[in-house]
Structures are given as C-alpha cells and as structure tokens.
C-alpha cells in the first residue's frame, strides 16, 4: 500500500483555532487530520442563548465534515485523545495511534470549580451543548416546579437564579434570565408571579468584565441593575449547597446556580510533560510552541502566552483563538515550503475589542479603543456575531430567531426534553382555585 | 377561600386532540386543566425530519403553556397521571388529584412491538423529540463508525439501515434515509462510500401504505426502489438482535434498526377498567364517551371507534385526533349551556386524505378521492404540514431549514449532542492513507 509522503499535521480540536488551523492549511503541501470528541463545531459565544432558551444547539453548530468537506486535503477522525506522547511524536487515541509531522493542540478549556469539584453538580458550567441544554432543562422547570409548589420558601428557592462570575458569559446569562421572568414567560403562569424571580449575579473581584475598560464595566453594571439583577460584587463564594450559595456570612438560598466563573485547560494537557499554568495552560513560547519542540503548537484556551508588547496574558476570547490557529497554520506552510524554524516571527495578538450583551437591546462594546453602549453597541453586536457564524442558513436563521424573539418577548426554544420530574417540596392542591388576579408574595402566599 | 364553581374540564394529553378540545372551550363557562407529562406539544408529523437532521426538536414542538397562554380559563399542569378513579371521578398525579366534571382522555399511543419488548432497545420507535434524537444519533454515529472501522463485515452492518413498518412513518424514514446517504454526506467522509449503504424497508403486509389508495401505494413502491430503497413485502418481522433483524429464514445484519410497525395506547388506559382493544386503547360509543361514563371521553390515538357510515376505526392520524378533540368540546360546551346529554349526535370523522412523502421531492397524496403524485403532492404536503403548525416563526422557520435542505443537499441539523463513543470492531489503523478516489467495496476493502 503506498504511503502518503507528505507531512501529517495533527489537530486536536475543532473549535475556532482548531479550525481555522485546518483551513489556513488548505493549499499547503500537507495532509491534515482534525480529531474532536464531538461532531460539531461550537459557537460558543452563542451558547448562552441555547441555554436561555432564544435558540436550538443546532443553530450554532456545524458538522465538522461539513465544514472540511470539500478540502482535498483534510479529513476528520471523531475520537477522544487520552494521551500525547511527544518523543515517540504520536497521539493515542481509543481506536489508535496517529503520528505527526506537526502538532497543534487545540483542544480548549473545561470548567474549573477552584478545587471544589463537587459543586459542579449542583452548579453546571456553560461550555458545550449538553451544558446549555441541562442548564435549560433546569431553568424552564425551576417555573413548573414553582407553579405547583406550596411550601414558600421552597417555591422563593426555585424562583431564584444566581448566577456565578461576572464577565462576560455570566452578564449575558444574568441578563437574559431576567428577561425570562420579566417579559417573555409571566402569562404562562396562573399562581406565581414570575416577575418576582430573583437574579443575583456573583462576582468575587471589585468589577464585572473585567477585561473591559472601565467606562463598560460601570455601563453593564448600572444597566443590569436597572433590569432588576441583584448584582455583588467583591463576593466570594465560600460553599455551594443543593439549593444555597454561601458568601462568606450569608447564605442565598437558590435552586438554580450556574457557575460561569473559572475555566481550566484540557486535561490531556497534563499528559504532556511540560509546564502548565495555574490553570493548566500550556505555557508556549513566541511562536506558540511548546518548549523544546519546535514542531507542537498550543492554541486557542489552551494556550497560555503573555503577549510582550501588552505584558498581558492573551485572552481566552474567540478572536485570539481565531489569530493564533492562523497564525501557526502560517508557520507550518512556510516552513514546509522551506523557511527555517529559527526565522519564526513571534505571535502577536490583535485585540480587536470585545463585547458583552446585557437583556434584549443593551450591551456594551469597545473596539479599537472606543467605547459604546446601548442599542448600537447591540446590533454591532448582533452583526458580528451573526457574520460570525458559518454558513448562511445560521446566519438567516439566528438573526429570524432574534428578531422574532424580540419582537414577541418570546423564547423560542422552549423545550424540555427527556419526562421531567418535578421536585416539589409540598405540592399545592391541583383543586387550588385558580388565583392569580392577585401575584402571589412570599409574605402573603397562602399555606 | 372561595372555590370556583365552574364544572371543571380535565384534559389529559396536550397533543393534536387535547389542545384543540381545550382550545374549543375557551368561551364555555368552564375551568380547563390540561395535564401533560411534557412541557410541550409536539407535531408528530415532521418527527421523521427530527430524527433524519433536517429539523430541530424546537422547530416543531411549542411550549402548552405558551399556546395556552391568552386563554383565562385554561391552566396546565406538567405532570404525569398514574390513574384514573372514575368512581370518584379523580385522576391521581404523583403531586396530588384531581377532581373534574367532565375529562377528556387525550394521552395518545406508544409504540407496540407485539409481544417482544425487548426489540425495543435495539429497534428505537419514533413517538417523541428522545425518540428522534437518539434516531438521529445512531444514524450519524453510523456513518463515523463505519469510517474507520476495517472490519469489512461489521463496515457493511453499519451502512446498512432497517425500517420496520410500511405506513406513513416508515416510508417516509426510509426515504429520507436514503437520502441522506446519497446525497447529503458523500462527500464528508474519505474512506466509506456512502452511496452504497443500504435502506431496507420491512413490511408485513402485502402493501406499503395500507390506509391509501392502491395508485398511491404503487407509486410510494416505485419511487422508493428507485431511489434504492429495498423493500420487502409481505415480509414478517422473527426476530431482532443487536446487529441483525430475522425474516423467517433470512437474516439481514444491520446496525441500525428502527421501529415504526405498531401502536398501542397509553398505558394509563388500563387504570379505566373499562374495556380496550388489542393494541390498548379504549372502546368508546358514537359520542366518543366511555361505555357507563358519559361525562367521560377518550379522543385521538388512544379512542377506537368504529365509524358507522364506513365500518372501519377512525384512524389514528393528526386529522381524526383534531376532530375529536374539537367534537368533544362542542359536547361538553353545549350540555353545560343546558343541552341533554341523550341528544348527542354522533361523531363522523371526516377523511380529507392522506399524503406521505418520499425522499427530496416526491410524495403520494389521496384527497377527496383524487390522488396525486410527484413534486405537486409534494408541494401539496408542504403548505399543509406548515400550515398546520403551531406559531409563525415555526412555519417560517421549517419552510427555510426545507428550502435550504433541498438546494443544499444538507441536512441541517447533523449534530450528536453527549460525548459519542464509537463502538468498532475492528478500528481501521488511523495512520492509513487517504484512500476514497476508489471506493470501498465489500469485496476489495484492504483488511
């Protein structure tokens, strides 16, 4: 059987460095092979409007065969790397083993609970589909729960969300589920009123968003304020609880915790046998590339370069994902082409600005070093984001999906799959009158 | 606290039935309670495009109480009926009972396989949004597997797709499953050519389509082999194992497996004790009542009613559930404004046909005694199953992701959702060659 005599490049992941890494690839002289666990590529950014019930996960997930189909060049294992053994320059996987001229390891982050891996049960992460989707499940029961609750603390428990870690994720879940109970589910609903549902969005250090610049974290703070979040900042989580978040002092009692406040890298990074962050991070050089080889690059979250000109770390963003699976897919081009590995231009991160939203019209934006706020910054927002999306029928689709849920204060993914359970601590007589010309309260809600 | 002294309506089941009935009585002076076990109604009919990725489950499912939102007399209940206590006239749910006046038992059917329920794990139905998506994960999971599996036997189970039931549902899945193969994904993978798996389609009786005409049934037969389908008739399911389904004396080793042979009603029918069919569901007189329980009607699926003008049983279609549901209100509507419940005129369900689909761009289609075939059926099928579903931005949304579908060849919704772990025989050796300019064949695949 003959052999492929070209160099193999190996990418672990198919998210957005991964990704782009394959595509910049294309016309190079190489073979490409992508390996992820899952079989499609995740919008993460968007992710937090599937958990929120705006859209469906397929609305921000493509096939990665899809998306390589027509390069001639690349083909797509789905598989779970458990081992990378650099001297032997393989990588094992369950169905086998696969060698590489270069590797670029793009295989992102995962939850980090601070050492409290137990309070990840009772407090999901929002990383990948099923995360969102759990999440869902959780938040559209913790209504029906509520509605057929008669114990009051019980059903005040099961109508407060908090929401832990303020950047940019959780001011977008904080903001969104206050929405939910504001505008878009209160005449589902005949005994609570679910205008009354608590948010409180938790945040251990003095700002939210922290990588904002000032004049956007105090716009995101005052308008989530104003939409009714219950904001803390310089909070601390000490303990989380089935149905409490303890802060030090005080304890909330909550039935819904989502934690949006530490990342850590992939755990096959340990398998590595170089140095990691505190966060598990591959620490690489200039070029992206691990210590003593040349030829394996780390990219995207995994990826831990403090950039020389900012002296900051670059950021676990989407656009310095994009950059950096870029920037290395160069590399391996030019020097297949026959450019020495000595002559590597170290890696620069251009930060194009960021963004978070805050509820349906609101968010803040700062790109370029100006600042903007409110609707404008929303639809800049919704633009990038959207263009962001590969391929068209997502486009088309997201913005119909907004545009509807907009216009029709109306989630449109409401979906609880799989037979529910409802939890109820006192269930109220289903013979109860209907109610609910007057909103429940929790001093007055009848025994 | 003051009771409410409307009769109280009970409405268990929130499909085709339930829903219109309810919705029928919301001028009447009544309470309407609809239980249900999901928090959402499902359009059964575009199930198959679920669990064939052209679809997502929220494109064709809406939360009950959304569409019930604007009505003041209705509420809902998410939960699940354990029993029904006509002589106490309660129904029991793990929170609590119910009283009512009237009820009306919409709950439906669940798949039937005869006796042998331990085919159910190996052979999936297709009856709910669980049902499709596991569909549709096994379906991809097949293609991913049968990639890199060498094992040339175990490669050919795995594109080798069995549909058990030549109704509506089955012929619909088959097409769509050939489709899928042909047309959609070929180009995704490097070293399978999915041109060559097989769909075969197994039917007990002597036609596909018994409930049409004998045109349509030719029709269906003939456009589905010439796509390639295989189909058997006259062919009577033995046995089913993982791996293989047996016809009598052949054996045919498939991977994948689906059900859409048989019905039965709701198991909470037998908590009646009153008498049922043998697929379970309830014998009700000309009023749709049960027998002794005139405030008590069955309605849809879960209804046999033998119709006297044609002597055969309404049949357990979307249109037959509809009409019941709303007959049954009109009852119950008349009788609480004064009308005697001796006077009650005789359900007579209305056939206005039937239309199936078959692949891209064909369907068979019976109404009012003409029948149609070809891209006109088709066209015809679109506008009523869109028109039929519940909300704008779903038939906005479906007539797209279609449109889309049929220009692109691409099944929109090919996501697996959980960590998929690709069970191989044999794993192909990861460090194989690009192969594909010449397909695999059975018999010249490398070992």
Known sequence: MATDPRPRVLIIGGGFAGLQAARRLAKA????????????????????????????????????????RDQANARVILGEVQAIDLASQTVHLAQGELGFEHLIIAAGATHAYFGNDAWQAVAPGLKTVEDALEIRRRVLMAYEEAEWEADAAARRAKLTFVVIGGGPTGVELAGALKEIAARTIPRDFRFIDTTTAQVILVEAGPHLLAAMPAASQQVALDDLQAMGVDVRLGSRVTAIEPGAVVLGDERLPAANIIWA???????????????????????????????EAPNVFVVGDLAHRVDDATGRPVPGVAPAAIQMG????????????????????PFRYRDKGSMATIGRNRAVAAVNGREFSGLFAWVLWSLVH?????GFRRRVFVMFSWLWS?????KVARLITATPEPQLTRPRDPQSPEGATVPPSPQTDPP
Chains 1, 2 share one sequence.
Do not use: C, K
């Open 261 to 291: 406040a530490g990342v850590q890298g992939a755990p096959l990074a340990r398998t590595l046998g170089v140095p990691l962050d505190r966060q598990g991070r591959v620490i690489v050089g200039p070029d992206l590339a691990v210590p």
């Open 29 to 68: 002289p190489v073979s490409v092979t992508v390996v992820d666990r899952r079989n499609h590529h995740l919008f993460q950014p968007l992710l937090y409007q599937v958990a929120t019930a705006v859209l469906s996960p397929a609305d921000i997930a493509a096939p990665i065969r899809a998306i390589l």
């Open 386 to 390: 959207v263009w962001s999306l590969i």
């Open 406 to 410: 907009y216009l029709s204060f109306t």
């Open 326 to 345: 870029a920037y290395v897919a160069g590399l391996i081009a030019d020097e297949v082409a026959g450019a020495s590995p000595g002559a590597r231009a």
